[in-house]
């Protein structure tokens, strides 16, 4: 229960505002160091809300979670709202040796969906309906979320809730990089870009670590394809960084809506084309929507856009359990069991991987629902 968690974790701050309530709790701690979560209950009370955890954006190296100004048209109309730390690549002196360069970002963002899920009971929030929304490098950590459901790479060790899953159900991207080697040739002039991507020490090769080895983004795209290290072991990370190149895998992808400024010159438009076209290609809803006079930020009226998107999205969401063979909601031994029962008499209940015949494909999907949890 929280009320017990908070007992040895405690509410850090609780602040009263005219808009709701803020609950601040430590979700998890690294070296000793705490990393924050901050929340606001729906303004009117209701079942269990659906949840948006809003990731801050500032270069993967600065900003702090915040509740952005548009949160409350949400809370009002029944969503709860979260706003996340995560460690940045300015901090490498601050968590006791711990890495602060990928994937630790995405291993924070997943520890706090974690913790999120694992006290929903307490906060009366819905485990089943967790949206995740951020701008520019918050934006992209969003998408993150959205392309690696259940991502062993991605996953992490973060926190004490490593069995509950850290998976969401929505997201949304306001205008964040989504594949960072190509970022460079992405821009176009109009509008141009004030920031050299290519560069050792833009912020895409310091969140891949280019303060410790000295590599830039711009040598890791020269070097694709080469068989040798260190590109192997960069070129593999880059791309576990890259949301566009994670959509090639469906299973880990949900519904998503982009939104981008096409004046934007820190981050350029294109990658946003560039992540719609990677989740179309396989399937996966997915939607941009261009503000032509934008540039790196949007109008509030971009929000109310959002808003109508997980309105419409609201009544779809919901857990899906398809490994809870024997319907008891929960996934233990006797799943296994009645599965391999399926599969022994020809049951086509057993054809998880839905061709049509029953073979070994089958088992590897059903330990991924199974992995999946409920």
Known sequence: MLARTLTTIAILSTVSTALAQVETYTYAEINGRPLELDFRR??????PAPLIVWIHGGGWSGGVRNFPGF??????????????????TSQADLWGGASV????????????????????????IDPCAIITWGSSAGGHLSAVMGTSN???FLEGTVGEFDRTPSTVQLAVDYYGPTDLLFMDMDVTDP?????????????????LGSDDHGISIGE?????????????????????????????????????????????????????VRLLQALTAVGTEASLLPVPDAGHGLPRSVADEVKLWLDAKRPTLGC????????????????????????????????FDGDGALTL????AFQSAFDAGC
Not at 42 to 47: E, F, I, L, S
Not at 322 to 351: R, S, W
Request: overall charge negative; charged content about 20%; proline content about 7%.
């Open 191 to 207: 509008p141009g870009s004030t920031i050299e991507h290519d560069d050792v020490r833009s912020p895409e090769s310091r969140l």
């Open 101 to 124: 360069t990928w994937p630790a970002q995405i291993h924070d963002c997943k520890a706090a969906i974690r913790w999120l899920r694992a006290h929903a009971d307490d906060l009366n």
């Open 361 to 364: 494909f089958d088992f590897l």
């Open 220 to 272: 890791i795209r020269e070097h694709l394809g080469d068989p040798t290290e260190p590109w192997i072991t960069l070129t593999r990370l880059a791309r576990t960084a890259a949301p566009a190149q994670l959509a090639r895998d469906v299973v880990s992808n949900v519904p998503m809506f982009i939104a981008h400024g096409q004046q934007d010159t820190s981050v350029p438009y294109n990658q946003s």
């Open 150 to 152: 259940n991502h062993p």
């Open 320 to 351: 899906v359990c398809a490994a809870d063979i024997d319907g008891d909601g929960a996934l233990t031994v006797f799943d296994f069991l009645e599965f391999q029962n399926l599969f022994a008499t020809g049951n086509p209940a057993a054809d």
């Open 71 to 88: 949160s409350r048209a949400f809370l009002d109309d029944g969503y709860a709202f979260a706003t996340i730390d995560y460690r940045l």
């Open 42 to 47: 729906p303004t009117t009370a209701g079942g």
